[in-house]
T-cell receptor
Framework: EAGVAQSPRYKIIEKRQSVAFWCNPISGHATLYWYQQILGQGPKLLIQFQNNGVVDDSQLPKDRFSAERLKGVDSTLKIQPAKLEDSAVYLC?????????????????FGEGSWLTVV | GQQLNQSPQSMFIQEGEDVSMNCTSSSIFNTWLWYKQDPGEGPVLLIALYKAGELTSNGRLTAQFGITRKDSFLNISASIPSDVGIYFCAGSTQGGSEKLVFGKGTKLTVNP
């Protein structure tokens, strides 16, 4: 079974530029997550989708970050304009089936991450 | 927001030694998860705990969901060099993997 795919793996941009990350979740996974992981810290949830709807975006800095999952499959996360403090790894994760009466059915699987450096 | 206090921050051990790390919170969690992250990779789930008091093993790894639902620990027995990495605890107040909150990680170094 293919895992969560992310691209690009690495990106270096100047502050005030824009960047976009793409994620393709595991086939059939209804729930997709974007996490931000700053060096030396644990991942922090930015946004959660179920199918093509947003479930939680309370920690997404909406003045500069946006995300979409138009067809309920793959997703893009955009940052515009980027700031120095946005340097981090952006992790995409997915889970199936999105809700399950059995808690273990909600196990999430992470991609390898997209590493962003803002200079 | 909810925070998880994970300790220790780092550990340096000799191959063959046992390791213990823990996570505490001021909030009650319905799920505790333990992940391992290797350099350049995303976190990989090691153990998931869904009931207070639950004790679960995965090979040389054992984790427990605290009775108070505010803590969890992870033990690694007879460590080997490939155990090197960063271990994260994560919890959900909603259950499953909804709105996971992560600790800051424990960096483990194993000397052969």
């Amino acid at each position: 079974e293919a895992g969560v795919a992310q691209s690009p793996r690495y990106k270096i941009i100047e502050k005030r530029q824009s960047v976009a990350f793409w994620c393709n979740p595991i086939s059939g996974h209804a729930t997709l997550y974007w996490y931000q992981q700053i060096l030396g810290q644990g991942p922090k949830l930015l946004i959660q989708f179920q199918n093509n709807g947003v479930v939680d975006d309370s920690q997404l800095p909406k003045d500069r970050f946006s995300a979409e999952r138009l067809k309920g499959v793959d997703s893009t996360l955009k940052i515009q304009p980027a700031k120095l403090e946005d340097s981090a790894v952006y992790l995409c994760a997915s889970s199936f089936p999105g809700w399950s009466p059995v808690p273990s059915g909600n196990t999430i699987y992470f991609g390898e991450g997209s590493w962003l450096t803002v200079v | 927001g909810q925070q998880l206090n994970q300790s220790p921050q780092s550990m340096f051990i000799q191959e063959g030694e046992d390791v213990s790390m823990n996570c505490t919170s001021s909030s009650i969690f319905n799920t505790w998860l333990w992940y391992k992250q290797d350099p350049g990779e995303g976190p990989v789930l090691l153990i998931a705990l869904y009931k207070a008091g639950e004790l679960t093993s995965n090979g040389r790894l054992t984790a427990q969901f605290g009775i108070t639902r505010k803590d969890s620990f992870l033990n690694i027995s007879a460590s080997i060099p490939s155990d090197v990495g960063i271990y994260f605890c994560a919890g959900s107040t909603q259950g499953g993997s909804e709105k996971l909150v992560f600790g800051k990680g424990t960096k483990l170094t194993v000397n052969p």
